[in-house]
C-alpha cells in the first residue's frame, strides 16, 4: 500500500482532532442533518473544489459533479440530485460552476472518436454547434476554449432553468435562483457570468413552462 494512500487517513485523524480541538461538539452536530443555501453543479476536475474556493464549511453547500460540469436531463445522477435539492434541502441558490482549462471541453473541440466519452462530450459540442459562428471568430485558440467554457456554463443554466421541480419553486417561494460561474484555474479567482435568471425564465417559458398544472397554481394562492 503506497505512503500517499496511508497518508490519507492519517490527514483524517489530524482533521478530526482539529475539528474536536475547537468544538467537542462538532460532529455531533455535524450528524444531525444538512441544511445547505447552495447547489454546487461543478466539474470533476481534482484541483476544482467547491467547498475550497468557496471557503465553504462542510454542510454549507450540496455538491454534484461530473465532467465539464453537463446538466442533461437524461442523466439521473444530475436531475435526481438537482430535484432533491430543490425539493428537500429546499437551496435557494444553485450555481453551475466551470472552469477554464477544463479538459472536457478541450476534448469536445477535438475532432477525435473518444469511445465512451462520445455521448458525454456530445452535449459540449451541442453547444459549440449552437454558438459556432462566436466561437469560428475567435482566432486564439485558447481564447476560444475559455469562451466554450462560459458558454457551456451559459447552457447548463439554462438547462437547469428547465427543470420542472426548480420552476415550481420558484413560483412559489421565488428560490431557488441559478448562477453561472467560472474558476479560474490561473488566479484562484470565481468568475460571476451575471445570469439573468429571471430574464432567462421568462424567455423560455413559452416552450419549456412546467407551472401551468392545477396543483402548482392552487398552492401559489394558498
Not at 47 to 55: D, H, S, Y
Not at 132 to 139: F, G, P, R
Amino acid at each position: 500500500m503506497s505512503q500517499s494512500y496511508k497518508d490519507i487517513f492519517e490527514n483524517n485523524r489530524q482533521w478530526v482532532e482539529s475539528k474536536i480541538s475547537k468544538d467537542p461538539e462538532f460532529f455531533h452536530e455535524l450528524s444531525k442533518t444538512q441544511n445547505p443555501d447552495y447547489l454546487y453543479i461543478g466539474c470533476s476536475d481534482s484541483r476544482v473544489t467547491a467547498e475550497e474556493i468557496m471557503g465553504a464549511k462542510p454542510g454549507d453547500v450540496f455538491v454534484h459533479r461530473n465532467i465539464a460540469n453537463v446538466v442533461n436531463t437524461l442523466d439521473m445522477s444530475s436531475t435526481a440530485v438537482i430535484q432533491y435539492a430543490v425539493e428537500h434541502l429546499k437551496v435557494k441558490h444553485i450555481i453551475v460552476c466551470g472552469h477554464y482549462n477544463c479538459g472536457g471541453v478541450k476534448a469536445a473541440m477535438t475532432p477525435q472518436d473518444l469511445g465512451l466519452l462520445n455521448p458525454w462530450l456530445r452535449n459540449i459540442r451541442d453547444v459549440y454547434r449552437i454558438h459556432q459562428a462566436e466561437l469560428d471568430s475567435i482566432e486564439d485558440q485558447g481564447k476560444r476554449y475559455d469562451r466554450l467554457v462560459e458558454l457551456n456554463v451559459q447552457e447548463q443554466c439554462i438547462n437547469v432553468i428547465k427543470m420542472a421541480c426548480v420552476q415550481e419553486r420558484y413560483i412559489l417561494e421565488e428560490y431557488p435562483t441559478v448562477h453561472g460561474w467560472v474558476f479560474d484555474l490561473r488566479t484562484g479567482k470565481i468568475i460571476d457570468l451575471d445570469i439573468d435568471f429571471e430574464k432567462i425564465l421568462k424567455d423560455i417559458q413559452k416552450i419549456y413552462n412546467l407551472t401551468s398544472s392545477d396543483w402548482v397554481m392552487s398552492r401559489k394562492t394558498t
